[in-house]
Structure formats: C-alpha cells, structure tokens
C-alpha cells in the first residue's frame, strides 16, 4: 500500500465548512485541504466564484459521498449590487460594457426592479460561468472567443431583503441586499436582469454566501485551520458525517440486525417518512441514507465502515 493511501486511510471521513477568501477558486481551496490532511479524496458542495467570498462545504474521505445531496440545499447570500454599467461576466472582475449614467434611477424603483427578481425564475446564467455546454465549462469557451448563450434555468429566489441604496458616484447607484435563494441561482443573473429592467444595467460587486442548508458562516474556519481541526479530531469548522446528515435529513436509529443488513445492501422495514432518511447504527455511525420504497427502505447512499 502506497503511502498517500494510508494517509488516507488515516483521517476521519467530515465535512469541513470553511470560509473562502476572495481570490481564491473552489478547486483552490480543496487543494489547500488536500495538502493540509495529505489526502486526495476531498470535493465540493457548490462552487464559489473567485471574487466571492464566505461558506464553502467540502467532504473528505467517505463524506464526499454526501456532497451531492448537500450541494442542492437553499443557500443565502449578502451582495452589492452596482447600478449603472455592466460587464462581460457580470461582476466586478470583467471588463465594462456599457455605462449608462443611473442618476434618475429612484429608489423606489431600485426596489420594485430587485422584488421582480424574487419568486419562481426562468433565469439565464451569465455565460462566464461554470455550466457546461457539449462538455465544456462556459467560461472556457468565452475565453477561447466563442459566443456562448445559455438556456434559461429555473430557479426560485424566496427573497430580497434591500438594507441600503446609496450613490458612490455620479451615475452609479450601489444597493446592499440578502438574496435567498435555491442552489443553482445566480446572483450576477439577478443584478444584470434587475439592470436591465431599468434601463441602466448591473452588475455585482461583491458577494458572500453566508448559509447553505442549515450550515452557516458562524460554523465555519479558514481552509488550514478547519483542515487541521479534522486532522486532530474535531474542532471549529468541522462536522462529523452524523451530524452533518442529521442536521439536514430525519434520523432513524437502526437496531444491530437493520444496521447489518444494510452493510449488504438490503432493505429493512420503511421508515414511513417522504424522501431521504439518516440512518445511524447503535454506535451513532452513519451507515447510510436510506428511503422508503413501499413496504421496505432501501439504500440511496452507503456509508460502510472503513
């Protein structure tokens, strides 16, 4: 056996929320995990742009099996959006576009233009973004000079709480906002379209996510310090797989014999709930998400004991 898969084998599966810097890409952040715990099984719940800043969920070892149900969680937002100009990736990092002068703009309207973006969306990502279109990331194909336009995606924005409109300078018109949302939502989406449904466009200027799921910025720690948490046993910025399934899903207590049989994949008697279910065994491990398939529940993801 190889030494990296010992190490591997050597830390405890988790789930690290940690607080992005900005400058930093997603897959950044993961490398850094990865050199922290000397370990290569570490992914993500959900990009963050590099200008963004706030809670990144990573799995580690057997965790990066949750990630995916972790990753369509509703997540919340603090943003700056800048009226007056637009850019080619929608956010302040890209170049401007156009600069039509907002100074007629009325508060007013700023906030009946932003309410417009709330509720269910058909919206259409900014197409420097991470969706792939034949295979390739979208930002890739911009930058090799293609003309990209995205499907329109439907999203749901549950609100848009506006805490102050203010004017930085002639023409420009800044407005601090908490957008909660559905994952899969673009922020950037929404301040370029409430732009241009005023005439003036927009875009971001700043943007931390401050909740995902049931996760929060509070709970989280820097990269290394949360990586090194996990590497000790426990500590700020780190959840156990147990807690972290049951902090979003039902939790069901298997006897020794359910806990057994579903090491073999079988099924065990319903848990008589609607969609995934935590299962832990008498010693508090999680040994799978389970759900209900008639009379029975069967395993949607495993967890066996390393």
Known sequence: MSRRRAADADVTPGILLVDKPGGMTSHDVVARARRVLSVRR??????LDPMATGLLVLGVGAATRLL???????????ATVRLGQTTVTDDREGEVLTTTPADGVADEAVRAALAAQTGPLLQVPSSV?????GGRRSYDRVRAGEEVVLEPRAVTVHRIDVHAVTRPAPGLVDVEVTVACTAGTYVRAIARDAGAALGVGGHLTAL???ASGPFTTAQAAPV????AALAAGGGPGVLSLPD??????PERRLTDD???ALGYGQRIPATGRPGLVAALDPAGRLAALVEDAGATA?????????
Do not use: M, W
């Open 129 to 133: 973004s991470a969706v792939k279109v």
């Open 42 to 47: 570490v992914g993500h719940a959900g990009t």
């Open 68 to 78: 995916g149900h972790l990753g369509g969680s509703d997540k919340v937002y603090e």
């Open 298 to 306: 069967r395993v949607a993801v495993g967890f066996p004991p390393s």
């Open 224 to 227: 290394e310090e949360a990586a």
């Open 208 to 210: 931390r996510r401050t």
């Open 258 to 260: 359910e806990a057994r």
């Open 244 to 249: 972290a399934a049951t902090a979003i899903y």
